[in-house]
């Protein structure tokens, strides 16, 4: 399984930032895809999941400011980051792995494949 992110940046408050990962090397249907991340001295957290049927679920504190998809035919996943705010900065990962229920949090716990990672740095 490779996961290589892309997109990452600085940004001011209010702006938007666009994360994209490129996935191969796993064809089960029953992988759920996410992102995580994870700010300087804290646990890594999950932010967003996106199941094989395109159903999708968000952390609490992005709900209604990000937006998770994917592109099948092209193997992407995409994360919208829209109204950052600094709470926001972090390293942000895409993750991948067969988890039920396909959320963030159980991702989070249960993931073994996960890309190297974008800063995301949001000032005010």
Known sequence: VELVESGGGSV?????????CATSGYTDTNFCEGWLRQ??????????????????????PV????????????RTLFLQMDSLETED???????VDRVI????????LNHNYWGQ??????SS
């Not at 229920?101 to 989070?108: E, G, K, N, S």
């Open 12 to 20: 001011q408050a209010g702006e938007s930032l666009r994360l994209t």
């Open 39 to 60: 700010a300087p001295g804290k646990e890594r957290e999950g932010v967003a999941a996106i199941a094989n049927d395109g159903s999708t679920t968000y952390a609490d």
């Open 63 to 74: 709900k209604g400011r990000f937006t998770i998809s994917k592109d099948d035919t092209k």
């Open 89 to 95: 900065t972090a390293m942000y990962y895409c993750a």
């Open 101 to 108: 229920p396909c959320d963030p949090v159980a991702l989070t």
């Open 117 to 122: 990672g974008q800063q995301v740095t949001v």
